[in-house]
């Protein structure tokens, strides 16, 4: 199977399976001396692990991560790090009935066409569950990107119809909540959504917002290496993810040239943005970033989540000897996707990020004169 690696300089593998007896990632391309130890990552991974609240999944697992190589006297080496996270709460029959059926909204009959083979056991490799390596690794870059004083914030801004509203912007709230709003009000509207989808047997959708502080202007690249275009393949990976927008977005497309641009000024003080030159914006529509290079304001995404595919009401499908069937899903699934994924958003905007600082160390002559320089 291809695709299971990310990044150039700061790159990440993740590897394992749903129901198998772990899952993890390899980090290779982290810089040698940066203090690290496993609550480092720990706090990333505990507010993505199930069953902590009546909207996910009752599946229960620690997901305690150990750090198995890169690592001396509490400092990264330089050299690869593993890490792997132990599964002890697997159900595989909960999905036996699933060998012989393709669930509507899943990955089952993709992998069938692809592979002409299958792993049913909670979906392998496409699962959500997937996704702990990549928060493992996330966390790691969200450490260094912190030391270059540039912060990443996600939290959940819409569960169905429930929106935040800017006003009551809480963000404590973010780590506080069930759903990972920085409303509490609006918290309260979503649960209570919420409820009413799981007595209907169904699931919802949501949308995830991502902010990006202090990242400076001249990150990413033109043409084929732009920054929201890497931005919005690396979120769009994650399984559950159907739209990724930046600024704007898709807002855009109803606005004229006047209201879009985003007008530029040298500021006295309250700006939107300001890089090293001076330059500030007065508005941010484009979110961060022109011509697929930072601009020095705060960097937008939005990720737009599915509904939870499964769902115990009654569905149409077909099954292997070519009859059309009806089923209802067993097992333990979260009625709605978003709250979890908020971190798994954070993680893959830190990852691509960082990747493209790397990069950038080479984008001029007088970067690797000032690195190179003799003292």
């Known amino acids: 199977m291809a695709g299971s690696i990310l990044g150039t300089i700061f790159k990440i593998t993740t590897w394992g399976e749903s129901h198998g007896k772990a899952l993890g990632a390899v980090v290779d391309g982290c810089p040698a001396g940066l203090s690290l130890t496993e609550e480092d990552i720990q706090i990333y991974l505990d507010r993505r692990k199930p069953g902590q609240s009546a909207i996910a999944t009752p599946r229960k697992e620690s997901d305690q991560v150990e750090i198995l190589s890169g690592i001396f006297e509490g400092k990264t080496t330089g050299t690869p790090i593993s890490l792997m996270i132990r599964n002890t709460s697997q159900k595989s029959s909960d999905y036996s009935e699933i060998a012989s059926y393709y669930r509507p909204g899943h990955a089952d009959?993709?992998?069938?066409?692809?592979?002409?083979f299958r792993d049913y056991t909670g979906g392998g490799r496409s699962s959500g569950r997937e996704t702990a390596g990549r928060v493992a690794a996330g966390a790691i870059a969200l450490k260094i990107l912190h030391e270059l004083g540039i912060s990443v914030m996600a939290y959940t801004r819409s569960i169905g119809p429930v929106s935040i509203a800017p006003a009551r912007f809480d963000q404590s709230a973010i780590y506080e909540t069930a759903t990972c709003m920085p409303d509490r009000k609006a918290d309260e509207q979503a649960a209570a959504y919420l409820k009413e989808c799981m007595m209907k047997k169904d699931s919802s959708g949501g949308v995830i917002e991502c902010v990006v502080k202090g990242l400076p202007a001249g990150i990413g690249d033109p043409v084929f290496e732009k920054l929201d275009a890497n931005l919005a393949k690396a979120v769009m990976s994650?399984?559950?993810v159907k739209a990724v927008e930046i600024g704007d977005g898709a807002m855009v497309s109803r606005a004229s040239g006047s209201e879009n641009n985003d007008a530029f000024y040298y500021p006295e003080h309250d700006v939107i943005g300001i890089d090293e030159s001076g330059i500030a914006k007065k508005t941010n529509h484009a979110g961060g970033i022109l011509g697929g290079i930072s601009d020095g304001a705060d960097l937008i995404l939005r990720a737009h989540i599915k509904p939870t595919p499964s769902i115990f009401m009654e569905q149409d499908t077909v099954n292997k000897n070519g009859e059309n069937i009806k089923i209802a899903i067993k097992g333990r699934h979260d009625p709605?996707?978003?709250?979890?994924?908020?971190?798994?958003?954070?993680?893959?905007?830190?990852?691509?990020?960082?990747d493209a600082c790397m990069l950038n160390m080479t984008a001029r002559i007088d970067y690797l004169k000032q690195f190179y320089s003799l003292r």
Do not use: N, W
């Open 109 to 116: 009959y993709t992998y069938d066409a692809k592979y002409g």
């Open 238 to 240: 994650v399984g559950a």
């Open 336 to 354: 709605v996707i978003v709250p979890r994924a908020v971190v798994v958003v954070e993680a893959m905007t830190a990852l691509t990020l960082l």
